[in-house]
Structures are given as structure tokens and as C-alpha cells.
T-cell receptor, first 109, second 116 residues
Framework: QKEVEQNSGPLSVPEGAIASLNCTYS??????FFWYRQYSGKSPELIMS????GDKEDGRFTAQLNKASQYVSLLIRDSQPSDSATYLC?????????FGTGTRLQVFP | GAVVSQHPSRVICKSGTSVKIECRSL??????MFWYRQFPKQSLMLMAT?????????EQGVEKDKFLINHASLTLSTLTVTSAHPEDSSFYIC????????????FGSGTRLTVV
């Protein structure tokens, strides 16, 4: 079992819709969770971090964490074509970040 | 905000030569640096973790004699790919973390290495 799992996609949504990205992790003791966005050929950029169960909102982005289910998700409201990218879920294990394989999101006009 | 400067952004080298990649934390002290490698359409794979002044800890399957990591100061870490081969062609990314900063990790802009 991979430590951090994501559906590779692509996930295609129309402009203005809600995009829902999901991630599961295997280490029940994990405490820190991150969502990164990566454009092709570029380095990842941090979108959200979440540490407690529940929802955390930042603009159009909402991260959701459920430690009992070992599940973390990212919702993107009012999706824009510029949101088209690969979204990487990362879980902090001891001192290092473990990344999922990423979900490719395509937002079409 | 925290900035990590990574150079070069692109490098092409001949097979058998060595390439050095630098990562500098510009406005904070990076107590820990992480080096990742990313092949096309794949995720970031951690290669090694280095703490300032000590030897790097390599992930399983990563050859420490091939990928030399030096973290001699709190603001500079280098990765040297020795005797590069075409299969080493990849996107190399560093990430820095400081004990004085909460939250996440700051990534460099990445280095696209092509070995011909």
C-alpha cells in the first residue's frame, strides 16, 4: 500500500464548477497535511495546509481532513481554466513530506 | 515570505560528467534541506534529507556515492550528480525547512537536468 494515494485523473470540470480532489494516507499517526499545485515544468506551490479534523477555507479553496478515515480532500469552488494543473497531496511523516502521485485537473471553458 | 533560490534552472551535460545544483535559502536559515527527483508525469520522490553540518540521509534505492549532498551552511545545500547518465535526466527540486518557521516547506524552482 502506498503511503499517500491519489487518483491520477484527469479530472475534468467545467468552468465555474466545484472540483473535488481526494487523498488517502496510510500512517494513522500523521499530523500535518498539505495540498500543492504544480504546473507543468514548474515547482510545486503550497495551496493549503491543514492539521485538525474538519474544514479549512481560504478563498476558493477548502481543505477537509478526517483523521479517523485517514482522508484529506481539497475543494476548489468556481473553478477557472487557470486552475488546470496537477494537485499534489502531501503528508508529513517524521520530518519529511511524502507526496501522492498527484491528480491532474482540467478546467474547460 | 520565505524564498529558496535554486540554480541552474536548466542544464544539459554529457554522459559521464558531473553536475552541481545549488539551493540557497534567501531570507531564513534552512536547518533541513530535502532533495526530490521527479520524472515526467510522476510525483516527487524524496532522494535525501540533509541537516546542516551533518551527513545526508538517503532514501532506499538512492546511491549516496552518485548523488553527493553537501549542506555546509544554514543557507546553502548542494546536490552533485556524479558520472551522469541519460537515465539521470529528470527534474530535481530542493525544499527547505526551518525550525523557526511554522507550517510547510519552501520549494526551490527546480532544475531540469538533461544528460546526452
Amino acid at each position: 500500500q502506498k503511503e499517500v494515494e491519489q487518483n491520477s485523473g484527469p479530472l475534468s470540470v467545467p468552468e465555474g464548477a466545484i472540483a473535488s480532489l481526494n487523498c488517502t494516507y496510510s500512517d494513522r499517526g500523521s499530523q500535518s497535511f498539505f495540498w500543492y499545485r504544480q504546473y507543468s515544468g514548474k515547482s510545486p506551490e503550497l495551496i493549503m495546509s491543514i492539521y485538525s479534523n474538519g474544514d479549512k477555507e481560504d478563498g476558493r479553496f477548502t481543505a477537509q481532513l478526517n483523521k479517523a478515515s485517514q482522508y484529506v480532500s481539497l475543494l476548489i469552488r468556481d473553478s477557472q481554466p487557470s486552475d488546470s494543473a496537477t494537485y499534489l497531496c502531501a503528508v508529513r511523516g517524521t520530518d519529511k513530506l511524502i507526496f501522492g502521485t498527484g491528480t491532474r485537473l482540467q478546467v474547460f471553458p | 515570505g520565505a524564498v529558496v533560490s535554486q540554480h541552474p534552472s536548466r542544464v544539459i551535460c554529457k554522459s559521464g560528467t558531473s553536475v552541481k545544483i545549488e539551493c540557497r535559502s534567501l531570507d531564513f536559515q534552512a536547518t533541513t534541506m530535502f532533495w526530490y527527483r521527479q520524472f515526467p508525469k510522476q510525483s516527487l520522490m524524496l532522494m535525501a534529507t540533509s541537516n546542516e553540518g551533518s551527513k545526508a540521509t538517503y532514501e532506499q534505492g538512492v546511491e549516496k556515492d552518485k548523488f553527493l549532498i553537501n549542506h555546509a551552511s544554514l543557507t546553502l545545500s548542494t546536490l552533485t550528480v556524479t558520472s551522469a547518465h541519460p537515465e539521470d535526466s529528470s527534474f530535481y527540486i530542493c525544499s527547505a525547512r526551518s525550525l523557526n518557521r511554522t507550517g510547510g516547506y519552501t520549494f526551490g524552482s527546480g532544475t531540469r537536468l538533461t544528460v546526452v
